[in-house]
């Protein structure tokens, strides 16, 4: 019974070991040894894409069908450890610059990319709720991080209690699925609800509740009351982890959950993303119309960006996936540049986050200046910028899904959202200049915003290096379930018209009984 | 070499609109006039390889242009004789327009500004002449339209100047409408803009009708008449023309380039390669008959009393187009492009020698403020005088002439020729209207400069010859106002098949001496050519060396001219640039030469080839050469007679202007006023225009569309937005109540399905 074949999960085992390992270094070597911590841990990430790369990303499950390996898991980590270490370098000089240097933070955000992995991987329910709380405990701690600072705790409380009842939420969801499906394993959930179908409404209600908790880790409207806040008041080099890395596990986990276990209810959650997707959208672009806080609009940005990559799970196709992933992947960059620019506005030592701080930057630094113009571009979605492309392949899935009205209403959004990345270009433009930045840009905030903008503007020259490996992990989760995706939606009315409470207890009782087994 | 003709325009204008900043006001001088001198060069090698020499006619394609569906468009240059002829007049009136303007705008602040312009507009002016296919024709009509735009508004602080950018504008959109549903009609007729496709089929196409505007009519005259609307508006024709005497208020160099020698031709040019088109719809030829002369009257009789001299040849001008267009209208279509090269070389010589008169009086437009400046600038006032006398159509029967002298002859002759009435109507129009051109010529020299100065003293004693640079390209034009007409008599117009009346005929200079047509030519009239070749090119060369040296003598004036107001060095950009004219007009020359040893299209067949098409029996300029005498004598007699005309009112008996004035009060104003044509559109269409505009302006505009549109949008989102801000409490238990909220609503909502 005992599956000890621990090769495919080594990424992570090795990633736990080196946190583990580091904070012992931190502990002996006390603060001063914070950079040498995060410089490891920046290696440590590579180490562990190099081992990514070394294991078959042939779909597999070990540990009793606990953590499952496949082409998508494989992806996902990959761009979650590039944005590991994107939000790292990022991090170094800002913990010097706002003396926060403590060992833990390298080390936090370490657990917190394992807790990441794990959720990508996750094949089993419970699995899946350990690796979210190794990450949101992480994520926690980091938010309320400078500790000394009134909004900073402030930050990291809203975040832990509402984070508490999105987990709540979840473990609810796990129990009624549990109950009215019998197991925790997704393959079981799998075949149970493809019998059952939309009769099984404990397991709907499961679902609803299991979603709502996720959708708080993605921030999707109206989970995404404590964005904002946090945003704002975590110091910025979390603020800027948060919006690149978890968003990306917690979008994974869903897909997983959706495109696995719950694929037969596809028409029952295709549903709710639709709601999320829409809500996210209008909020993200008008909440952000009156901000004047960068961090604060970069939230409701990342609200509405979420609402966007939504869609394409709404599409339902492997095509809508594929550009979901390429979507995430596109938005990590733009993101992580737009947060290096934002991390060098700096004035005699003291970090400014307002928008009219940019003034006339075009002026006293014109290279900054015109890479933040070329991601807010590509952010507000101009051609022939990356942002564009990540829109086009989400709508473009969205007709094919024949959801003409979504994709109108991405596109009215989009038009909307423009006017503040815009707004943006202009201020740093158009507007009297203030006083002139502190000049010592650290060479990682360099190279991050670098590679960003090169990506941003590169994309279009080589675009099917993207495409087609997110196509291919698009088809590996999708694939597997693509009989019963079919079934289940032939299935619906049938199942709805003959929907009465008896068959669906029954079920649930003959599963109960087999769970006594 | 075509491409050279027609990109280095292109190329001079993205330098000098681009760098002109770095390069400097001399550099954009030199790369603009040194880039369309050259294109001039190749342009005119292309003229005898194709015009004169026997060269096929050929499409250099560039480019796919457009392809959608059965759609299709190239970019492609298509050299053959018509449009190497445009080409020629173009490049050549263009490079001496360049070169003019060095001295004309010198005290201008934006130098670089203008000659880009003036780049640009000879680019789009070349492709227009060299489309392959309507589109691209299009595109050349419209860049022409803003490059005219951009340079009669050239001085924009003057707020008649940008008035009178905007009216051409508009005015012309009315015209370009025409042209684009031409264009359209045409490709529902024919599937294709290509004129090759669109000439091969025309015959099939004879008696096919369509369904224009509910009505069904004949297609091809229906695609005739929209087309020549859209020359209408660019060749100020009667109805459109208002435009084209407000564009005066651009530089003087302009006016003469575009407003006289280019553009406004290219309504000619467009007709006369619709031709196949235009053929097979007689009633089209009728319309733009009576419109031609029409016109080439009524702007005759505004001409008469008009006194500003440039609004003068302007008008001038109007009439001049008019002529080309009942040529066109008769079938006379070489006759047409005949009169429409002479006309561009003595046209522009006017106009810039009117530039010259205009410099010399501190910017004094006005007539009545000149007189009796003859003396003080004697190479401008015998320029004028070539110039009026070639537009006056002055010369000697069977000797020689001036250019205008067998243009004008020849188009008179093919209207009466047409033996029609609307033939016979153009001719006595265009007769009436050549009393009157020879008038005001005549007034505009004598007023301007004879009799006693009228002007104030301080503006007499500044007044001064032009610097060479304005000179030299007076003399070459005025060479071309002499010699136009004369050297390409036969080719443009010259008849094969009627040699019997060779001998009858007026001029007969330059008879082939090539083999393939002595059949044709009856041996007696051959020997008589033969001996009046040899006295004719003995007159050409003596006439282009003297030019020549001319030219070359003024030059190296100039260059010292130079180096005295620029002694640090500047000098020798600008000296090779007046090198690169010397070496043009040599490289004339030494074609010429050539030429004359070499084969002449001595005919119209042999020279335009199949760029024309003419359906049989309605060859009217062979017709011309065979009608009575009378004919062909009285344009000559009613250009001395209205000559005479205004040496007797404005030198004779001075009086006589004013007494006619008086006895002739209603028809003086109604001339003095244009016609009312300005009045009447302002009070019909103008003012209810803009009537109308401001009802949709206030009302639907911004009362409807913005308050509900932009604005109203704009103002709903950012209300929304702080809605949203609002809801963000920061309270922490109004998140969790959202939170919770949300998801009993979610669990409600699958509640309700199930049940």
């Known amino acids: 019974m005992l599956d000890f074949n621990l090769i495919p999960i080594l990424p992570e085992i090795f990633l736990a070991f080196t946190a583990m390992g580091l904070l012992i270094v931190g502990v002996s070597g006390g603060n001063k040894s914070t950079d040498i911590i995060c410089w490891a841990a920046v290696l440590s990430c590579l180490m562990a894409i190099f081992l990514l790369f070394g294991i078959s990303w042939q779909r597999t499950t070990v540990l009793n069908d606990m953590f499952i390996i496949d082409q998508f898991g494989g992806f996902m980590k990959l761009i979650i450890l590039l944005g590991m270490i994107a939000s790292i370098a990022l991090s170094v000089k800002y913990l010097y610059q706002e003396q926060m240097i403590r060992f833990e933070y390298p080390v936090l955000m370490l657990m917190a990319c394992v807790g990441m992995m794990l959720m990508v991987s996750a094949h089993n329910l419970l699995g899946l709720y350990m690796a979210l709380e190794l990450q949101s405990l992480s994520l926690y701690v980091l938010a309320a991080f400078r500790r000394n600072s009134y909004k900073s705790a402030e930050a990291g409380t809203k975040y832990f209690v509402l984070g508490a009842l999105s987990s709540g939420l979840i473990l609810f969801g796990i129990s009624l699925v549990y109950g009215f499906t019998g197991s925790i394993n997704f393959s079981v959930i799998q075949t149970s609800l493809s019998n059952e179908g939309a009769a099984n409404i404990g397991a709907i209600i499961g679902m609803v509740f299991l979603l709502s908790g996720l959708a708080f880790k993605i921030s999707a409207v109206p989970f995404h009351m404590w ?24 979008f994974a986990l869903i897909i997983r959950l959706l495109y696995e276990p719950f694929a037969p209810l596809m028409e029952q959650w295709s549903q709710i993303i639709l709601f999320l997707s829409v809500a996210s959208m209008t909020v993200g672009a008008f909440a952000a119309l009156v901000q004047d806080n960068l961090k604060r609009l970069l939230a409701y940005s990342s609200i509405g960006n979420m609402g966007y990559a939504l869609i394409g799970i709404v599409a339902g196709n492997e095509a809508g996936v594929s550009a979901v ?59 022939p910028l990356a942002g564009f492309f990540g829109k086009l392949f989400v709508f473009q899935a969205a007709i094919d899904g024949e959801l003409y009205a979504l994709a109108i209403y991405g596109v009215i959004t989009t038009v909307i959202a423009a006017y503040y990345y815009l707004r943006i270009i202009k201020v740093m433009f158009f507007d009297d200049p203030v006083d002139t930045l502190d000049k010592d840009i650290p060479f990682a905030r360099r190279a991050v915003i670098f590679v960003s903008v090169i990506f941003v503007l590169g994309f279009i020259i080589k675009p099917n290096l993207l495409v087609s490996s997110s196509q291919s992990a698009a088809s590996a989760i999708t ?39 | 070499m075509e491409l050279l003709a027609v990109f280095l325009p292109l190329f001079a204008f993205i330098v000098a609109g681009l760098f002109g900043k770095q390069i400097g006001d001399i550099g954009c001088q030199i790369v603009t006039s040194a880039s369309v001198i050259i294109a001039a060069v190749f342009s005119v090698i292309l003229f005898f390889e194709v015009g004169l020499g026997d060269y096929e006619a050929y499409s250099t394609i560039l480019t796919r242009w457009i392809d959608s569906g059965t759609f299709q468009v190239n970019w492609a240059l298509r050299v ?47 492709m227009l002449v060299t489309a392959d296919n309507l589109l691209q024709l299009f595109f050349g009509w419209e860049g022409v339209g803003l490059a005219s735009y ?23 959109r009315v015209g370009d409408f025409g042209l684009a549903l031409g264009i359209m009609a045409v490709f529902v007729i024919f599937g294709s803009l290509d004129f090759d496709v669109i000439f091969s089929q025309v015959s099939d196409f004879a008696d096919y009708k369509f369904v224009f505007l509910g009505y069904e009519l004949h297609a091809l005259t229906v695609a005739s008449l929209l087309l020549f609307m859209g020359a209408v508006g660019k060749s100020a024709q009667l109805g459109l023309h208002t435009w084209l005497p407000d564009a005066m208020e651009g530089p003087t160099p302009v006016s003469a380039l575009i407003h006289a020698a280019t553009m406004v031709t290219a309504g000619v040019f467009l007709v006369a390669r619709m031709s196949p088109l235009f053929e097979f719809a007689p009633v089209a030829l009728i319309v733009v008959t009576v419109f031609g002369a029409t016109t080439a009257f009524v702007a005759a009789t505004i001409g008469l009393t008009q006194f500003d001299i440039k609004r003068v040849i302007a008008y001038s001008t109007m009439s001049q187009l008019g002529y080309m267009f009942f040529a066109l209208g008769v079938s006379a279509y070489g006759a047409a492009m005949f009169h429409l090269m002479t006309h561009a070389f003595f046209k522009a010589l006017l106009f810039l020698g009117a530039g010259s008169v205009i410099h010399a009086m501190s910017d004094e437009q006005d007539m009545r403020n000149m007189g009796g400046i003859a003396k003080k600038i004697p190479a401008t006032y015998t320029m004028m005088w070539i110039g009026s006398l070639a537009l006056a159509g002055v010369g000697i029967p069977g000797i020689f002439g001036f250019a205008g002298f067998y243009s004008k002859d020849m188009v008179l002759e093919a209207a009466w020729a047409d033996a029609s009435w609307f033939g016979h109507y153009a001719y006595w129009m265009g007769i009436a209207a050549a009393v009157m051109t020879a008038f005001y010529s005549g007034r505009l020299i004598f007023m301007t400069f004879h009799g006693k100065p009228r002007a104030s003293k301080q503006v007499m004693s500044h007044i001064h010859e032009s610097p060479a640079v304005m000179l030299a390209p007076l003399y070459v034009l005025a060479f071309g106002a002499i010699f136009a007409g004369f050297l390409f008599y036969n080719s443009f117009v010259g008849s094969a098949h009627h040699g019997e009346h060779d001998a009858h005929h007026i001029a007969k200079p330059l008879a082939s001496g090539d083999h393939h047509d002595t059949a044709m030519i009856e041996s007696t009239t051959k020997r008589n050519a033969k001996e009046e070749i040899k ?64 084969h002449f299209a001595a005919t119209k067949e042999d020279f335009w080839k199949n760029t024309i098409f003419i359906r049989a029996g309605n060859d009217t300029v062979d017709a011309a050469h065979g ?3 009378w004919v062909k004598l009285l344009p000559l007699i009613a250009g001395l007679f209205g000559l005479g005309l205004s040496y007797i009112f404005y030198i004779v008996a001075p009086g006589l202007p004013e007494k006619c004035v008086k006895a002739f009060k209603y028809p003086h104003q109604l001339l003095f006023n244009k016609w009312y044509f300005d009045e009447l559109y302002d009070a019909l269409i103008v003012k209810n225009a803009l009537r109308l505009g401001r009802v949709f302006a206030v009302a639907g505009d911004k009362n409807i569309i913005d308050r509900l549109g932009p604005d109203g949008t704009a103002l709903a989102s950012l209300k929304t937005g702080t809605i949203f801000g609002k809801i963000q409490s920061g309270f922490i238990y109004h998140y969790a109540f959202i939170m919770i909220i949300s998801v009993i609503g979610l669990v409600t909502w699958f509640f309700m399905k199930a049940w």
């Not at chain 1, 992933?325 to 003291?350: D, E, K, P, S």
């Not at chain 1, 939606?489 to 599963?511: C, L, W, Y």
């Not at chain 2, 001496?96 to 203008?114: E, L, N, Q, T």
């Not at chain 2, 640090?568 to 074609?591: E, F, M, V, Y």
């Open chain 1, 227 to 250: 964005t904002p806040d946090v945003y704002q008041g975590a110091p910025t080099s979390v603020t800027a982890f948060f919006a690149i890395v978890p968003k990306v596990a917690a």
């Open chain 2, 535 to 598: 006295k004719a090119a003995g007159t050409i060369k003596a006439g282009i060396e003297t030019q020549v040296s001319n030219v070359e003598e003024k030059m190296i004036g100039h260059a010292e001219s130079i180096a005295e107001d620029h002694s640090n060095g500047d000098l020798n950009p600008r000296a090779k640039s007046d090198n690169d004219q010397i070496d043009a007009a040599h490289t004339d020359k030494h074609t010429n030469d050539h030429d004359d040893k070499a």
């Open chain 1, 325 to 383: 992933i390429i979507y995430l992947f596109i938005y990590m960059f733009m993101t992580a540049g737009t947060f290096g620019v934002i991390l060098c506005l700096r004035r005699g030592g003291i970090a400014s986050e307002k928008i009219s701080d940019l003034g006339g930057l075009s002026l006293t630094n014109p290279a900054l200046a015109y890479a933040m113009a070329i991601l807010m571009f590509s952010m507000s979605g101009l051609p």
């Open chain 2, 150 to 172: 951009l340079l009669i508004g050239f001085w924009n602080h003057k707020p008649s100047a940008n008035a009178a950018a905007q009216k051409a504008f508009v005015v012309n």
């Open chain 1, 479 to 517: 694939a597997p379930q693509g009989l019963a995706v079919k079934k289940t939606i032939k299935e619906p009315p049938q199942a709805a018209a003959a929907g009465d409470r008896p068959s669906s207890t029954e079920a649930a009782a003959t599963v109960t009984g087999a769970q006594d087994k």
């Open chain 2, 80 to 126: 053959d004789t018509l449009s190497v002829v445009m080409m020629c007049v173009i490049n050549i009136v263009s490079s001496c327009v360049h070169i003019y303007s060095i001295g004309y705008m010198s005290h201008d602040a934006a130098k670089g500004r203008f000659m880009a312009y003036l780049s640009l507009f000879t680019f789009a002016m070349l």
């Open chain 2, 627 to 629: 009608v009575d005498l």
